[in-house]
């Protein structure tokens, strides 16, 4: 089974950086797409950064500019860094990887930006 472990998260003041990681136990080359997203208290989960197989990416208006989604294949790792934080992004942000049809997440990183 594909599993995905995220890191990075933490407590960062407005105007930081923080850079999430999300390592899968197989190799993201043989992924369809990998992406982010995040669940607010009280808010449904919600779409942040995509990547393509071929690299292309894409974003939610609310973090285009401030937020790079990328990857490393020799790593298996995906990579979301997060630059000018607003308190708004305070979140649970979870990773995801698709191989095929099928959707694996990982167990998902608070990320609170507070001063």
């Known amino acids: 089974q594909v599993q995905l472990v995220e890191s990075g998260g933490g407590l960062v003041q407005p105007g930081g950086s923080l850079r999430l990681s999300c390592v899968a136990s197989v190799s993201i080359f043989s992924i369809s797409a990998a992406g982010w997203y995040r669940q607010a208290p009280g808010k449904q989960r919600e779409w942040v950064a995509g990547i393509t197989r071929g690299g292309s990416t894409n974003y939610a208006n609310s973090v285009k500019g401030r937020f790079t989604i990328s990857r490393d294949n020799a790593k298996n790792t995906v990579y979301l860094q997060m630059n000018s934080l607003k308190p708004e992004d305070t979140a649970v942000y979870y990773c995801?990887?698709?191989?095929?049809?099928?959707?694996?997440w990982g167990q998902g990183t608070q990320v609170t930006v507070s001063s």
């Open positions: 995801l990887v698709q191989i095929g049809v099928d959707d694996y």
